[in-house]
């Protein structure tokens, strides 16, 4: 018996399950392979972690609450770095270059949804920023005596996925007003980097001015990063969900992605 083709193998008739399933399996070797997204996205944020306690010590920084270890403080930064890496950056990254050297026309043209595309895309996301999370967990822990709240360990998890899933969206709306697959890098770094310093990510909350903070209050990093803090935080009282945060984190996801329906094209720009 002839082997049944990849394209029929994924027609509609199978469970949305089934395959979701098999993009995330996809995403998941393309990751694997893909030594700039790899170091990026997992090794950088363990790399920040290491420096920024070797520079700055590891003294008290003041939080919410009180005070905490700095490496405390900086663990949930560097997780949402990663978990903007992977779902945000790298997918910018990686739709533009597909877009325009045709991939996405042609997985376009196969019986999978566009849906089962970008739902794989982003429970992909959730998942390597939940790995992110266990690994910078366990080394500021080991290393530094970061401290984390057991009871806000659902918290963390919910996040995470909010994050996630609505930066894919926001990524999917960039990656349509982006023409070539050369400006796509310069494009996110441009767009992230000055948010991750006025957001706490890469300095302490407590020494940006408060009228860099109002602008950064503005974006979604600045949910995020006060989203993980909250759960990280030992003087956090009760489980840990910042509904505020979460809430305009969703709420710039539902725009992403109407602007992603809106806007976005499979057809490459550039030709």
């Not at 905490?68 to 978990?83: A, D, Q």
């Not at 909350?205 to 600045?222: G, H, K, T, Y």
Request: glycine share 8%; hydrophobic share 55%.
């Amino acid at each position: 018996m002839s082997a049944i083709p990849a394209t029929r193998r994924l027609t509609p008739g199978r469970s949305p399950v089934a395959l979701i399933t098999h993009e995330v399996r996809h995403n998941v070797r393309s990751f694997r392979r893909d030594r700039q997204a790899r170091f990026f996205t997992v090794a950088l944020p363990v790399l920040f972690l290491v420096i920024f306690c070797a520079l700055f010590g590891n003294g008290t920084v003041r939080v919410p609450g009180g005070t905490i270890k700095e490496s405390t403080y900086y663990v949930p930064g560097l997780v949402g770095l990663g978990l903007i890496q992977a779902s945000f950056a790298s997918l910018v990254v990686s739709v533009v270059a597909q877009r325009e050297s045709g991939i996405l026309k042609r997985r376009r043209a196969t019986p999978v949804r566009a849906w089962v595309l970008i739902a794989g895309r982003a429970l992909t996301a959730v998942g390597i920023a939940a790995v992110m999370a266990v690994i910078l967990i366990l080394i500021g822990w080991l290393a530094y005596g970061a401290s984390l709240p057991g009871r806000t360990i659902p918290a963390i998890a919910v996040t995470i996925a909010v994050g996630a899933a609505s930066f894919c969206a926001l990524a999917y709306a960039l990656s349509s007003v982006i023409n070539s697959a050369d400006s796509a890098q310069p494009m996110v770094q441009f767009v992230l980097l000055p948010l991750y310093f006025i957001s706490g990510v890469f300095v302490a909350s407590a020494q940006i001015p408060q009228w860099l903070l109002d602008v950064a209050n503005v974006f979604p990093v600045r949910h995020l990063q006060e989203a993980l803090l909250e759960a990280f935080n030992p003087h956090t009282v009760g489980a840990g969900f910042a509904w505020t945060d979460l809430l305009v984190l969703a709420i710039w996801g539902v725009a992403g992605l109407a602007i992603a329906v809106w806007h976005f094209g499979w057809q490459p720009k550039a030709r």
